[in-house]
C-alpha cells in the first residue's frame, strides 16, 4: 500500500516534470523554431539566452527589419527580443560603364548589352562599344572572326572597327 | 570610288538573289546594307563576295545584315558551332541560366523568334529554350 502510494508519487513528479518541460522550451527549441522563421531573411541572425532573443545581421528596408521581429515573436518560449538588425538598403549593381558619356547613351546600353551576349564565346577578342561604334581588338582565326563579324552587324552599328584586329 | 562603286558586287548579287527588303544606305562613311536573303546559301554567298572585296572583312567601311527568310517557326535549324555545343538557355541572354546542350551539327527546331539575337528553340532530345542566332542556320 505505501509503496503504491510512492509509485504514485514518483509518476506524479515525472509527469510534472515533462508538462514543464514541454510548457518552457529550451534554448535550443527555441533556437530552432526561431531560425526556422527567418529562413527567407539570409542576412539576419538570431542568438537565444534565457528565452531572449538577440536578432542581428542586415535587413533591406524597416519593414523587412520590423517583420523579422515579428515572425520571432510568435515563438513559442520566446521572453524578449533584441532587435540589433541594421537597415542596409541593397548595393547597388555595380555600373557596367564609368564613362558618364556612355552611360548616357541609351543606344549604347542596348549595344553593349548585345555585344556582351555575343562576346562571350570569342576569348580572343575585346569588344568595345562607344558612341554606336564597335571596336574590335585581339587575335581571331579568319572563321570565327567572320561569325564575329556577321553577329556583331546584326546589332546594326554606326561602324564596326577591327583595324586593331590580327587575323590569324 | 564610292563605297557603293567598292561594293556594286555585292549590291548587284543581293538584288539579283532575291533579297527582301534589300536596304543600301552610306552614312557617316559606312555602308550599311540589310535585307531578308531568300535562303541561307545566299546569304552565305554575300559574306564570300563582301570577303572577296574586303579581305577579312577590316576595312569597317561596310555593316551588313542579312536575315534568312526560311527561318520561320517550325524551320529546322542546323547548330552551325565550330565544334562546341550550343548552350540552350531559360531566357534570351547570356545571363540566363544553361539549362540544356545542343551538339555541334544537331537539328533543331526553331520555335518562335525573341530577337533577331534570341531564338527559342527545341532541341532533338525535346529540350525548349533560346540560344544565340548566330549559331542557327536554317536547313535548305
Known sequence: ?168 | MSLQDKYKELIDTARSAGTNNLQVNEREGVLHISGEAPTGSVKDNLWSIYGKIDPNYLSGDVVMDIQVATAVEGAKLEVITQSSNLNVRRGPGTDEPIIGKAAHAEIVTLISKHSDQWWLIRTKDGQEGYAHAQYLKPVE
Not at chain 1, 79 to 98: C, E, R
Open chain 1, 1 to 168: 500500500m505505501r509503496n503504491k502510494h510512492l509509485s504514485t508519487a514518483i509518476l506524479c513528479l515525472a509527469l510534472a516534470a515533462m508538462v514543464a518541460c514541454k510548457g518552457k522550451p529550451s534554448d535550443s527549441q527555441i533556437q530552432t523554431k526561431v531560425t526556422e522563421q527567418l529562413s527567407t531573411m539570409p542576412e539576419v541572425t538570431a542568438d537565444v539566452k534565457d528565452g531572449v532573443v538577440t536578432l542581428a545581421g542586415n535587413a533591406p528596408d524597416e519593414a523587412a527589419r520590423a517583420s523579422a521581429e515579428t515572425a520571432v515573436a510568435g515563438v513559442e518560449g520566446v521572453k524578449s527580443i533584441t532587435n540589433n538588425i541594421m537597415v542596409t538598403p541593397p548595393a547597388a549593381p555595380a555600373p557596367v560603364a564609368t564613362d558618364t558619356a556612355a552611360m548616357a547613351n541609351p543606344a549604347d546600353e542596348a549595344l553593349r548589352t548585345g555585344v556582351a551576349d555575343i562576346t562571350k564565346d570569342f576569348p580572343g577578342a575585346n569588344v568595345k562599344v562607344e558612341a554606336g561604334v564597335i571596336t574590335v581588338t585581339g587575335e581571331l582565326s579568319a572563321a570565327k572572326w567572320k561569325t564575329l563579324k556577321q553577329a556583331l552587324d546584326g546589332l546594326h552599328p554606326k561602324r564596326v572597327d577591327a583595324s586593331g584586329l590580327k587575323v590569324k
